[in-house]
């Protein structure tokens, strides 16, 4: 899987959670750039992601994320 088609699949899960179909999410994409994403659903984010993609992430990883490229990076590692 390469790094769009992960971004794609986030853009998925972004969606159901956030319950908002209008989110594009890029690789440059924070949560200040999506009024939903808060704290709260930061955490809601990570498990469906885990959940979806069949991956666990450490909370020192999750801490260096700055945007949701970076987060897709993790994910492709764990691939």
Known sequence: MNKNEILSKLSEI????????EITLTAETT?????EWDSLSHIQLIVAVERA???RFTSSEIQTWN????????????L
């Not at 949701?68 to 590692?77: K, T």
């Open 14 to 21: 972004f969606r159901e959670e956030l319950d908002n179909e």
């Open 31 to 35: 949560a200040n750039d999506v009024e």
């Open 53 to 55: 993609f069949g991956i």
């Open 67 to 78: 945007n949701v490229g970076e987060m897709a990076d993790s994910v492709s590692a764990k």
